[in-house]
């Protein structure tokens, strides 16, 4: 019904940058929230970013200053900006999103990308 798929992750020496994409595609409605998370090795996942349909946008501590989320409504695709990028960034990133379909009446539901990986070498 909804898929999710993200690009631009990849190695990167730390102080570099990245900007990760999540382009949503399908029989979407319409979407609210759309975020960014991140599951590094032996460790839960973590939200790093998220953003409202108005563009409200909460951080993370660890990455405030550093990583801005945007997104652009009439693609339905989210962006991650990463800069001053640290060795501890590295992580497998998730992009989510809050979809209504076509289908599915007035009710909003989670959906996930595959994953991207990104590396910081230090």
């Known amino acids: 019904q909804v898929q999710l798929v993200e690009s631009g992750g990849g190695l990167v020496q730390a102080g570099g940058s990245l900007r990760l994409s999540c382009a949503a595609s399908g029989s979407i409605f319409s979407i609210n929230g759309m975020g960014w998370y991140r599951q590094a090795p032996s460790k839960q996942r973590e939200s790093v970013a998220t953003?409202?349909?108005?563009?409200?946008?909460i951080y993370a501590d660890s990455v405030k200053g550093r990583f801005t989320i945007s997104r652009d409504n009439a693609k339905n695709t989210v962006y991650l900006q990463m800069n001053s990028l640290k060795p501890e960034d590295t992580a497998v990133y998730y992009c989510n999103a809050d979809v209504r379909t076509y289908l599915s009446g007035p009710r909003y539901s989670d959906y996930w990308g595959q994953g991207t990986q990104v590396t910081v070498s230090s």
């Open positions: 953003i409202t349909r108005g563009g409200s946008t």
